[in-house]
């Protein structure tokens, strides 16, 4: 999987040299034990401290390789929010039959763009089990709920 979009900023070199190493072993400790509060204070003190997404990685691949799979999904679960909300509009350029129907290719890209932005993306050993993460949707406009998308789940 890629990097968590946790790990974002660039630090200078003079400043890097400087930093502690607490920090990265708190990220390390948080992490192991999937606590929530501790791993966003520490990833709190890490961007104050300037590290940067690759010396975070760095940092955490150890950790990482005893369960990746639960590290990333602690990490998703913790940093992806598991609601969205968009408004879309029908672009004023579009062809006149595109307004006139019920669901156009514009709606249905924009709920699934949405919709995936919040899907977990840590696989599972059987994509098909009934556990697997679902995503759901609702479309309303001017004129109430417009339709309901349930069960969305990636197969891959």
Request: hydrophobic share 35%; charged share 30%; glycine share 6%.
């Amino acid at each position: 999987p890629s990097r968590p979009s946790c790990f974002h900023g660039e630090a200078s070199p003079r400043r890097a040299r400087a930093m502690s190493s607490d920090v990265l072993a708190d990220l390390r400790s948080a992490l192991r034990a999937r606590d929530e509060e501790k791993w966003l204070a520490a990833v709190g003190r890490a961007a104050e401290e300037g590290y940067n997404g690759e010396q975070i990685a760095e940092a955490l691949e150890e950790t990482i390789k005893e369960n990746p799979v639960a590290c990333y999904r602690f990490m998703e679960d913790t940093h992806r929010p598991p609601q969205a909300m968009a408004v879309l509009h029908m672009p004023a350029d579009g062809e006149e039959w595109e307004h006139q129907v019920h669901y156009s290719d514009t709606l249905f890209q924009g709920v699934l763009d949405k919709v995936w932005s919040v899907y977990p993306r840590v696989p599972h050993e059987d994509p098909w089990a009934d556990g697997v993460d679902k995503a759901h949707c609702e479309v309303i406009s001017s004129n109430g709920v417009t339709m309901k998308v349930t069960g969305l789940a990636s197969r891959f």
